[in-house]
Each structure stands twice: as C-alpha cells, then as structure tokens.
C-alpha cells in the first residue's frame, strides 16, 4: 500500500536560516509527489508537485523539492526562511497513477520561525 | 474570488444529533472532496465526487454520507453524530480528476461531545 512517512513533527528554524523538510514515500511505480501548505486556520495550498522530468521542481514562495527515486524521498527545501513561513507542511503522494481523489498525504511538519 | 467557500466554520454537536457541512466552489470544477484532518494522522479522504452526479467512497466514509447538489455544491452530512467525529473537516475541489492540484475550503472545525 502507499503511504508517506514525514519523520520531523516539528521543526524551528531561525529567520534567514536554510530549511529542508524531509519526506519518504512508499509506492510501486513511479509517483505523483506533492508538498501542500497550511497556513494557521486556512485550508492547504499547493506549493509544487512533481509528476515526471526535472528532478528538482520550483515551487511557490522560493521553495523548491527534490525527488530521489533511490532514497524514496521527496524534500522540501528553502535557502532563506522568512517569518511568513510558518505553518505546516504536508507532503502526498499520488497512488495509483496520481489521480487527485487518490492522494495519500503525510501526518505534517509543523515550522516554527524565530526571529 | 471566492474560490472554495465552507459553512459553518465551527460547530458543536451533542452525541447523535445530525448535521450537514455545506460546501460550494466557483471555479467550475468538475471533482469535489471531503477530508478530515486529525492531529498526527494528516488528512484522509471521507469521500469525492468526480462529477456531478456521481459520488465514490474515500478512506474513512463510515458514518458520512454526501451529495453532489449541482456542480457546484458538495454537501457532507452527519446523520447521527459520535465523539469520534470531532476533527476538522476540509471541501476541496480540483479541475480534473488527475494531475490537478486541489483548491481547499478554509475548513470547519466540528466538536461532539
């Protein structure tokens, strides 16, 4: 079965620091691999997502993702972090095929920014 | 824009009340879902509408049961509410049923006590 493991629950990083979330997934073929995030009391926004090609995708907000098929794994990175940053992160994985009703999403990173 | 629009936005239910979360999107989309949000397990699909009339179980559908109204709207219904149900409950909508990203509701927090 698919499923999406992200090990850091909670994460605090200093403001103008480097910050890379970590993601794992498990699925059999190729997958569908999205980063989702939520603002305090807001629904989840798109920040990128990776179907095929370019193996490191930009996304909005000066975030970018790598996708390593060897290590299973789909971090999230940013070089700067900007107090507006904090929020949760959830990374998802498309199952079968990448179908949108079929996204399997992570239990969540919680980014906290000190100034 | 409007964009993905949940009522209520909170709400607290005594233990086998009924109740029904509307959503309504105006981007004309044609897929429409339901999410739960639960600390530490993320969020898992109740159930999705890939059309208008047409809707599909998710992960976790016991207990719930929806209707496609029109394109538009995409009601969530509680019919005898449990303390197990107490979560945040998310609309989302997307154009197509694959490769799109989804547009979320701001959600609806929901007690049952």
């Known amino acids: 079965a698919q499923s999406v493991t992200q090990p850091d629950i909670h994460i605090t990083v200093s403001e103008g620091a480097s910050l890379e979330l970590r993601c794992n997934y498990s699925?059999?073929?190729?997958?569908?691999l999205f980063w989702y995030v939520q603002s305090p009391g807001q629904g989840l926004q798109l920040l990128l997502k990776?179907?095929?090609?370019?193996?490191l995708v930009q996304g909005i907000k000066g975030f970018e993702a790598e996708f390593k098929r060897s290590q299973s794994s789909f971090n999230l990175r940013k070089p700067s972090v900007h107090w507006s940053d904090a929020a949760e992160y959830f990374c998802?994985?498309?199952?079968?095929?990448?179908?949108?009703?079929?996204?399997?999403f992570g239990t969540g990173t919680l980014l906290a920014v000190q100034p | 824009n409007a964009g993905v629009t949940q009522t209520p936005k909170f709400q607290v239910l005594k233990t086998g009340q009924s109740m029904t979360l509307q959503c309504a999107q105006d981007m004309n989309h044609n897929s429409m879902y339901w999410y739960r949000q639960d600390p530490g397990m993320g969020l898992r699909l109740i159930y999705y509408?890939?059309?208008?009339?047409?809707?599909d179980k998710g992960e976790v559908p016991n207990g719930y049961n929806v209707s496609r109204l029109n394109k538009r709207e995409f009601s969530l219904r509680l019919e005898s509410a449990a303390p197990s149900q107490t979560s945040v409950y998310f609309c989302?909508?997307?154009?197509?049923?694959?490769?799109?990203?989804?547009?979320f509701g701001s959600g609806t927090q929901l007690s049952v006590l």
């Open positions: 990776y179907f095929s090609g370019d193996t």
């Open positions: 699925y059999g073929a190729t997958p569908y």
């Open positions: 989302a909508s997307s154009n197509r049923d694959r490769d799109e990203k989804l547009f």
């Open positions: 509408s890939a059309s208008e009339g047409t809707t």
């Open positions: 998802a994985v498309g199952a079968e095929g990448g179908a949108t009703n079929k996204l399997i």
